[in-house]
Nanobody, 119 residues
Framework: QVQLVESGGGLVQAGGSLRLSCAASISIFSINAMGWYRQAPGKQRELVAVIIKGGSTNYADSVKGRFTISRDNVKNTVFLQMNSLKPEDTAVYYC?????????????WGQGTQVTVSS
């Protein structure tokens, strides 16, 4: 079992920045991929950014050049630095961990953190 605890959401004006954190209960070296997803009201949950165990990253087109995913291997924490925020970035942001162990894949979700961008 992996617990994920997110923090860092809040209210910010358009053009501002926020940094989200996701602390894992186990070593992130034991996790194959960690990502950030978001869900706006009335919309499906969508991938925002992902970082693979080897360090590769991938981003949704809508956030490329504005958001950066990174990790602290000592603190077992993944971050999402969000710059130049837009009102359309408003959503609940979720951290997800994908782990392959004992012959199968498992996925784990955090509780979510609200990000609100005012115009």
């Amino acid at each position: 079992q992996v617990q994920l605890v997110e923090s860092g959401g809040g209210l910010v004006q358009a053009g501002g920045s926020l940094r989200l954190s996701c602390a894992a209960s186990i070593s992130i070296f034991s996790i194959n991929a960690m990502g950030w997803y978001r869900q706006a009201p009335g919309k499906q949950r969508e991938l925002v950014a992902v970082i693979i165990k080897g360090g590769s990253t991938n981003y949704a087109d809508s956030v490329k050049g504005r958001f950066t995913i990174s990790r602290d291997n000592v603190k077992n924490t993944v971050f999402l630095q969000m710059n130049s925020l837009k009102p359309e970035d408003t959503a609940v942001y979720y951290c997800k961990a994908d782990r392959y162990t004992l012959g199968r894949w498992y996925d784990y979700w955090g509780q979510g953190t609200q990000v609100t961008v005012s115009s």
